[in-house]
T-cell receptor
Framework: DAKTTQPPSMDCAEGRAANLPCNHS???????VYWYRQIHSQGPQYIIH???NNETNEMASLIITEDRKSSTLILPHATLRDTAVYYC?????????????FGKGTKLSVKP | DTGVSQDPRHKITKRGQNVTFRCDPI?????LYWYRQTLGQGPEFLTY????????KSRLLSDRFSAERPKGSFSTLEIQRTEQGDSAMYLC????????????FGSGTRLTVV
């Protein structure tokens, strides 16, 4: 079973920030938080990952709470092309445990 | 390198037939994964290779399923005696050992068993 819980769906207005929450209360000390997204009819796409500190890249920012039991993915200026299912996953460094366990994710709809 | 390639993109087959899918990972990636995804669900892990060695298999991988990666490069996934319940998207992903940049997925093969 997935070790994360996410809301099934969210809406966001185009140009606004999209904040996608994820709970991972049973995360262990050496597990990372990964985010992927899946646009319709494509394979999942890696977005960002983090361990303890907040992270930012060209796609998004990842905010992890101090107790590491939850995190938020932030798309600062959502566009229509960001409409996708977003998956929050916990995994060991480099996926050394062999596989990713996906939940059902959050379906983000960006509306004009 | 253009990423992870999967072939074919779509396959329609009659129940009871055998099908084979191919995955070409990113060339320097030594780890290769197969996932299955049904409508409305997240991808489910099937099996994993490190180089040519198959290191892990899910309970989902019944006796009718077999995967190979003979030279540690491309991989094939074969389903024998297909059933309607095998209809799904079959995804391949690759990654390298010792780096932490996530998995790169292919676009998948959509199988429809009629």
């Amino acid at each position: 079973d997935a070790k994360t819980t996410q809301p099934p769906s969210m809406d966001c207005a185009e140009g606004r920030a999209a904040n996608l929450p994820c709970n991972h209360s049973t995360i262990s000390g050496n597990e990372y938080v990964y985010w992927y997204r899946q646009i319709h009819s494509q394979g999942p796409q890696y977005i960002i990952h983090g361990l303890k500190n907040n992270e930012t890249n060209e796609m998004a920012s990842l905010i992890i709470t101090e107790d590491r039991k939850s995190s938020t993915l932030i798309l600062p200026h959502a566009t229509l092309r960001d409409t996708a299912v977003y998956y929050c996953i916990v995994d060991y460094y480099g996926g050394s445990q062999g596989n990713l366990i996906f939940g059902k994710g959050t379906k983000l709809s960006v509306k004009p | 390198d253009t990423g992870v390639s999967q072939d074919p993109r779509h396959k329609i087959t009659k129940r009871g037939q055998n099908v084979t899918f191919r995955c070409d990972p990113i060339s320097e990636h030594n780890r290769l994964y197969w996932y299955r995804q049904t409508l409305g669900q997240g991808p489910e892990f099937l099996t994993y290779f490190q180089n040519e060695a198959q290191l892990e298999k899910s309970r989902l991988l019944s006796d009718r399923f077999s995967a190979e990666r003979p030279k540690g490069s491309f991989s094939t996934l074969e389903i024998q005696r297909t059933e309607q319940g095998d209809s799904a998207m079959y995804l391949c992903a690759s990654t390298g050992t010792g780096h932490n940049y996530g998995y790169t997925f292919g676009s998948g093969t959509r199988l429809t068993v009629v």
